[in-house]
């Protein structure tokens, strides 16, 4: 991906970064792809996908308040806050074409934040959702387990998982996310958003009882991809056991939680399909949760799927 300069977008009360990728659209009515970040992940996530889109595709990253160049919110980032930020910016930015949202991880319950605040109108064509959280998530397969972490303590999770060996970021895209992960500015704001939001977003989200309305988004296309969380577990799990985390207790839960993590996401995954009529779900096989660095071209095809059945039929 060219390293594009970002542009500042007021949203009223301080500026959010904006990345341009891809030439402007022909009409005002071609669709546009707009990817949102998991938590604690910045633009640069999306590096290779948005290299790998087809040419003519417009499309647009950003980073969250307190990421990357962007400045940081007097709100505290929940996913709520984010929704709101995230609009503001779609608005002050003029971007007018009907978005497909591709959204990973946490952003699964920021999109559908979005979609309760700016209601399922003209502005949004459609979703691609890459092994991301729904809002009962937690119940199901818990991320924040206390035995799990014990593990997982002071591990290398890039290393652990597999990551730093199979991503299919280019080297200079590489080494540009893992510097910007080491920012003290970045540190401060992983830690708001996991520390202080994440696990209450989930309940927020829950109560507007969103799944009452389904099929949220109608008959606009979603296209739901699931990673293997089983592969990052099992990775952690082995490099954990290795420095010696954990008690025997710890571990055996532990184990069981990792056996039965996959067939737990499948639910959830297919939960997803209830935002649309129109939906499909695949399995990136060779990914743990980041699908966008080791398989981006699975969220590619995704992306694809989506604008084929967006198209007039002939």
């Known amino acids: 991906m060219s ?5 500042l977008i007021d949203i009223g009360s301080h500026s959010l970064a904006l990345y341009t990728h891809g030439p402007e659209p022909n009409s005002s009515k071609d669709p546009v792809v707009l990817f949102v970040c998991g938590v604690a992940t910045s633009s640069l996530v999306w590096a290779a996908v948005a290299r790998l889109l087809p040419p003519s595709t417009r499309s647009y990253t950003y980073d969250r308040s307190g990421f990357g160049s962007s400045e940081l919110s007097l709100l505290p980032p929940s996913a709520e806050n984010i929704a709101l930020e995230l609009s503001r910016l779609v608005e002050n930015a003029l971007i007018q074409n009907p978005l497909i949202l591709v959204g990973h991880s946490w952003a699964g319950v920021i999109v559908r934040e979005y979609i309760a605040l700016t209601g399922n109108g003209p502005h949004i ?5 890459v092994d991301a959280n729904h809002e009962t998530s937690l119940q199901v397969v818990n991320v924040l387990d206390a035995d799990l972490n014990a593990i997982f303590a002071g591990v290398d999770p890039y290393a652990a998982k597999g990551i730093a060996a199979e991503h299919k970021m280019t080297r200079e895209e590489w080494e540009a996310y893992l510097s910007e992960g080491a920012t003290e500015k970045f540190k401060l704001q992983e830690d708001k958003e996991e520390n202080d939001e994440y696990e209450k977003s989930f ?3 829950r109560k507007k009882e969103l799944w009452k309305r389904q099929p949220l988004l109608g008959d606009k296309p979603v296209f739901v991809i699931g990673g293997l969380r089983s592969r990052d577990w099992n990775g952690m799990y082995k490099a954990g056991v290795e420095k010696g985390n954990g008690s025997e207790e710890q571990r055996s839960r532990a184990r069981e939680m990792i056996g039965t993590a996959d067939e737990k996401s499948v639910g959830l995954m297919k939960e ?10 695949v399995f990136a096989r060779e990914s743990g949760h980041f699908v966008q660095l080791t398989q981006p071209d699975v969220v590619v095809d995704g992306v694809k799927w989506v604008l084929d059945e967006l198209q007039p039929p002939s």
């Open 203 to 205: 309940e927020t989200l």
């Open 125 to 129: 064509a459609g979703l691609v959702l």
């Open 272 to 281: 997803h399909l209830k935002l649309s009529t129109k939906g499909k779900l």
């Open 3 to 7: 390293f594009s300069t970002p542009t």
